[in-house]
């Protein structure tokens, strides 16, 4: 397909292009910067590689990139009908045969685990015969490959083109989540394998991996083995250690932390019933249980113990502690509980119980090196924080307000409140996700430097494996963007028309992707 | 497994159960008359057989039967460890060892389509060693197969069982229906043959299908070509005529009807422009178009050979003609339309234009000897309707009230206003749609005859085969209970137990239904 006119009309069109086309082409999220000529060069799959550049710190040993290099030339060319040609070779003349990557600083940290602080910046210079990605980091590469990959298209022949481009981008935020829910459904190392491809594609960089609550106890515990052989729906809803660590693998080969959270007191009914609260009746046991038992010291060996196996599974720097929706009333019923309490000195104050609870958690959490985040109510309720841990914002009513009172105290924050994705409505939703202004609250501008970013939450009360991926893509690509893209990339019209083919561009790599509204993609993949 | 210790405590249990458990297990739709004994009878793969049962009036050379049997072999069977087994017969003592399918009548319809006054009535005898399943047609034994793979059941060790059971059932409503639209999103056959399926499961008897539209038009005419090939998204998002074909077919073998809807005069963007009215920006033409052009002669000439070639390629005996949302806007516009207007007598009654043209495609439609089905927009505007035109009541503002008003016009009605099931909330909305009563309004007793049923309508704008498949089940299953049991079948929380194991056996059997709530299915198979 040598021959074939052009579409000269559009600037930058995608395979699955629908009739209305952005300047931006298909770029999700949109880069910080850009610069893009009417100049393009043909590509063709035969003719293309990417390599390691000259002076890079990275090279073949680095098995990140080499997977990422692979990966990526997939996404480029995997779908085309070119695979069927048997290995002929394209008579074509190429303009661009080489996408030379080098890592700039000494370390690329292509072995390690990307954190909080990791650099994600990357610059991107689309010239022939000859493009150079640049990045000080294996992060910025990853980020950088998958802008390179979303500035290929094809044209109505099937023929490859960039654009002429020099990109130089990094994200708005460093926390950039999905929140992914186990335990209300189990959901196979498949599903999420494929979110976090998806998240991938969209440069979300963390996994908040609601593993446990009250429905089911999946993780599969060393230390406590019962915990799992009791609490999972059925030996076979567990993820155990070699699936746990497979998934933080695949996670930190593109880019992206996993964050475990482990959520008490409340939440944890599928947990070992003796560190639970006897709920009383009367004078007398229930039967039913509450939240952790606080007044317990076996409580603080048991958690000091799962805490750091929990650690050294989990090898980001922090962990997830929950400490949302605290139930009082089986604490209140329990006359050993109104004992303690009285001893204490906290009066009726269940909060301040809660608080004692949670501030000895963090005490151990801070003895094993890790950090914390923690659910707004915790930070509500007077709890003494670390002075690292973070508060996640995630009530709707006056998320603004709550997000000052958090920053004004000092404490760091991440957003979830205004992007629950399983509340779901008719029509399309994803505007309003888009639409939210994270720093739009009262505030100085150091206390808007405390927040660090937001998450999607796709909780699992009525989604698994059956709905899960339509269900969160490409919604959860509306925060993808805002929490990557510049604040002035607001035009939802704009937005519009490259989501429309960036969903179509998912579809094509595997993502089950739900529409967002009347219309198609070119490939008929769904 | 013989020798295995069963699960006494549950009547019946499906493969799959959670722990709440139904005393009628995992049917969905109950059954109109159900007694089951405590006695139950264990069965083996390899030593069960569905057969034709002596002075059945249908034997092998009926392929619609063979293919029932074999079908529902499988879903019994086919999903279960046993096919590993490679041909060892077991040494398990079955007790029952064969389900005689005996039909009654001397014709049993086994190569006729299905239609509105087709008899579905069956009469299950449990029994050992054999079990008898009797109807007059073919289409009883569709759904007497159906209910009796919903008796079955495996234990903890994996061996089957039926429990001793008498079951006469039939349904409530004559017309149950599920609305896929193709227009607004391109639906894969794939997509569509999968649906049929999850529709005999819930004893769905028609596909309504909405086939073209004003986003595309994926029909391919063989009268009309252009039509397509100019109203198609693209040449890969058509349906051909073996496609149609085989939907047909796919459906007939399932006891489903298949009713197309071209819908007229509105919705009709993707149509030949050449018979839609050129719409006027003041005296001049503006270069848009609304509906279809009511005062051209060439416009019935048109249709009479569309629904020439329509009602010979749809075998059923109804049309779908749609007559929904027509906009007057464009009509009153446009100068010769005025003039036609004034010529006529209708005044500014752009409501009588509308008449006068659906009533000529009525006409149209009979002289094809067709029946019509209309939306209610055409009953509302005062159109001289057929004696034998089916209203289809849809707005759900006061749909009680719509519902009353057509019948006591004499005419049949099919009510699909409370079952939009493309408006998703948040929650267990099946809950909702599981408690509508279609016959609560007011009207006589034969007023209430004359309504045939109802429709589960999912309309394309946010779905395609992304999500489709998830989105309408188990939702729709709540509206097939409410259609196919007796009135009096409204306990909720029978239902949801019942309906949480239909939709674990929905998943087995390769339908993505989604969760209704928090828990899980014993198959890992999402």
């Known amino acids: 397909g040598c021959g074939c006119r052009s579409r000269q009309d559009l600037l930058l069109l995608s395979p699955g292009t629908p009739p209305a086309s952005s300047p931006f082409g298909s770029l999700w999220p949109l880069p ?29 040993s680095c098995s990140l990139l080499e997977d990422a290099f692979r990966r990526y030339y997939e996404y480029m060319f995997g779908y085309s009908k070119w695979q069927n040609r048997d290995g002929k070779k394209s008579l074509c ?44 980091k294996v992060w910025g590469v990853l980020r950088g490959l998958e802008t390179f990959s979303q500035l290929l298209y094809e044209d109505d022949c099937g023929s490859y083109f960039v654009h002429e481009s020099v990109i130089s981008d990094f994200p708005r935020f460093a926390y950039r989540g999905i929140l992914l829910d186990t335990s209300r459904h189990f959901l196979p190392l498949k599903i999420i394998q494929t979110n976090l491809d998806a998240m991938a594609f969209n440069k979300f960089n963390v996994l908040h991996w609601h593993i446990v609550d009250d429905p089911s106890f999946p993780y599969q515990s060393t230390t406590f083995p019962e915990l799992n052989a009791q609490g999972a729906f059925t030996p076979k809803h567990v993820y155990t250690p070699t699936d746990v660590h497979n998934i933080i693998e695949y996670a930190r080969l593109r880019g992206i932390r996993v964050i475990p959270e482990f959520d008490t007191p409340g939440h944890t009914q599928s947990w070992r019933k003796d560190i639970l609260t006897p709920c009383y009746s009367g004078k007398h046991p229930s039967g039913s249980y509450g939240p952790i038992n606080p007044i317990l010291n076996a409580t603080y060996d048991f958690m000091m113990k799962l805490f750091e196996e929990v650690g050294n599974v989990f090898p980001d720097d922090y962990i ?12 209140s019923s329990n006359p050993d509980v109104t ?5 204490k000195g906290f009066g009726f104050w269940y909060s301040k119980l809660e608080s004692y609870y949670v501030e000895k958690i963090l005490e151990i959490v801070t003895s094993l090196n890790k950090k914390s985040i ?38 760091q924050a991440i957003l979830a409140a205004p992007w629950y994705l399983d509340l779901i409505s008719y029509g399309e939703d994803w505007k309003s996700y888009y639409g939210v202004e994270p720093l739009n609250f009262m505030g100085s501008k150091s206390q808007k430097e405390l927040v660090l970013g937001g998450e999607a939450c796709l909780w699992g009360e009525y989604v698994d494996g059956t709905n899960l991926t339509p269900r969160l893509w490409p919604r959860a690509s509306a925060v993808g963007e805002r929490l990557w893209s510049s604040k002035n990339v607001t035009d939802i019209s704009d937005a519009s028309k490259r989501l429309t083919q960036h969903r179509c561009r998912m579809l094509r790599r595997g993502i089950a992707a739900q529409p967002l509204f009347v219309g198609y993609c070119t490939t008929l993949e769904q």
């Open 32 to 60: 910080q910067s850009l610069r893009v000529s009417p100049e393009r060069f043909r590509l063709a799959p035969d003719q293309f590689q990417i390599v390691h550049g000259p002076g890079s710190s990275a090279g073949s």
């Open 93 to 136: 003349e190429t303009e661009l045969s080489l996408l030379q990557v080098i890592i700039t600083s000494k370390d690329s940290e292509c072995d390690k685990f990307p954190s909080i602080t990791s650099d994600e910046a990357y610059h991107l210079q689309v010239s022939k015969p000859t493009s150079v990605l640049k990045a000080d």
């Open 320 to 331: 997830h502690l929950g400490g949302d929706e605290v139930d009082f009333s089986c604490w």
């Open 339 to 343: 004992e303690f309490m009285k001893k």
């Open 374 to 411: 923690i659910w707004q109510e915790v930070f509500d309720d007077g709890a003494k924080l670390q002075p690292d841990t973070i508060v996640e914002v995630w009530k709707k009513f006056l998320y603004q307000l709550e997000l000052a009172r958090v920053t004004k105290q000092g404490h």
